[in-house]
């Protein structure tokens, strides 16, 4: 089991950059998917970006893609996601989530076994 806990959430200026964080607990982090979902107001929450174990299969949403970069460092059991050029659009409660098996369709969310609490980013224009 592992525990997921996100940080880094704040309120900034369209066009500004956020790093968000995900602490995760357990020694089995480095074998997960991990995953950032956000759900923004009057929206069910969608898909952010996706890290395979290795790094070496990196998926973006359309509407984050070139802007956002995700990334993880297995040694010290953290997950991030770069934000930049941020939009109105991009404010939201923004979700890690990790999924033991690998699921092809890591868009899903019932795919993934844990999910941390959440941390608010607020974009204003």
């Known amino acids: 089991q592992v525990q997921l806990a996100e940080s880094g959430g704040d309120s900034v200026q369209a066009g500004a950059s956020l790093s968000l964080s995900c602490a995760a607990s357990g020694e089995a982090f480095s074998t997960y998917v991990m995953s950032w979902f956000r759900q923004t107001p009057g929206k069910e929450r969608e898909f952010v970006a996706t890290?395979?174990?290795?790094?070496?299969?990196?998926y973006y949403a359309d509407a984050v893609k070139g802007r956002f970069t995700i990334s993880r460092d297995n040694a010290k059991n953290m997950l991030y996601l770069q934000m930049s050029s941020l939009k109105p659009g991009d404010t939201g409660i923004y979700y890690c989530?990790?999924?033991?098996?690998?699921?092809?369709?890591?868009?899903?969310?019932?795919?993934?076994?844990?999910w941390g609490q959440g941390t608010q980013v607020t974009v204003s224009s």
């Open positions: 989530a990790a999924d033991e098996s690998d699921s092809y369709y890591y868009e899903r969310e019932s795919v993934y076994d844990y």
């Open positions: 890290i395979n174990w290795s790094s070496s299969r990196i």
